[in-house]
């Protein structure tokens, strides 16, 4: 069989078709291959990307719940801290409803003595923390003596008027002596020479009409002396032979608020 020169023509450009399909076949295969290992790495990378978020997201849920926890002990103690608060306000409350009557107590004792000091028209003076009737004339004695003189006769009356208009307010009668010495028959010494003093004097008011149970007697000795005394001048010693008047407040309400509720915690 004879082969015509169109026939060698569409036989070379078959074979050649063929050859150029089989290359471009290899390199799509070769494509795939490599398109199949930059997806496999892109697969591995995000599943480390999941390993790692994963694990992330169950810290996450462990610090949630730690922090859950955190939150819920801390509304306990907030709610402790309130139940605490509203007592120490509470208390607070109390505390100052006790001072108000403490001050109101204190007020109303204090306004007793004023009144009865105003009303017998005397005056009050501060000495030694105490507050004393300012007396214009004071109860004197002569050396070693307990014998009151007469001219003070006009303010026991005084006194004893005082005492009976206000039986809610008491007197410490205190008595006094010079720098003198004293140890005879009588007194011991001066100590016992100036209660004495105060009892005389508290004898007197009581004989005027004064209620007993309002009189207290004190002695001060030699150690509180209204002048300093002077040897040349027998009238600074004979100032210092005296009783004094010391007002007592009735405060004894005010010791049981303060025993009974202010020292309670």
Request: aromatic share 6%.
């Amino acid at each position: 069989m004879r082969i015509t020169k169109f026939t060698l023509i569409i036989i070379s450009f078959t074979l050649l078709n063929a050859c150029v399909s089989k290359k471009r076949f290899l390199e799509l295969v070769e494509e795939k291959d490599h398109l199949a290992l930059i997806m496999e790495k892109n697969r591995m990378d995000l599943q480390d990307q999941i390993n790692e978020l994963q694990v992330q997201n169950l810290r996450l849920s462990q610090d949630k719940e730690i922090i859950n926890k955190e939150i819920s002990n801390l509304e306990d103690q907030l709610d402790d801290t309130d139940q605490k608060v509203k007592q120490v306000e509470f208390n607070l409350q109390d505390k100052q409803y006790q001072i108000s009557q403490i001050w109101n107590e204190m007020d109303m004792a204090f306004s007793e003595v004023e009144q009865a000091v105003a009303s017998s028209n005397q005056r009050i003076k501060e000495m030694e923390n105490f507050l004393y009737l300012d007396l214009d004339e004071l109860p004197s004695f002569d050396p070693g003596s307990d014998e009151f003189k007469n001219n003070s006769a006009e303010t026991l009356q005084q006194i004893v008027k005082m005492l009976k208009e206000n039986p809610k307010v008491n007197l410490v009668i205190e008595g006094h002596t010079d720098s003198k010495p004293v140890n005879n028959k009588e007194f011991t010494d001066n100590w016992d020479l100036s209660v004495s003093r105060s009892t005389q004097i508290i004898r007197e008011l009581v004989k005027l009409g004064a209620n007993p149970e309002q009189l207290i007697a004190a002695g001060r000795g030699e150690y509180m002396p209204k002048v300093e005394e002077n040897p040349n001048d027998p009238k600074t010693a004979e100032a210092n032979r005296r009783t004094e008047f010391i007002l007592v407040p009735n405060i004894g309400k005010l010791y049981k608020i303060n025993k009974n509720k202010l020292i309670k915690p």
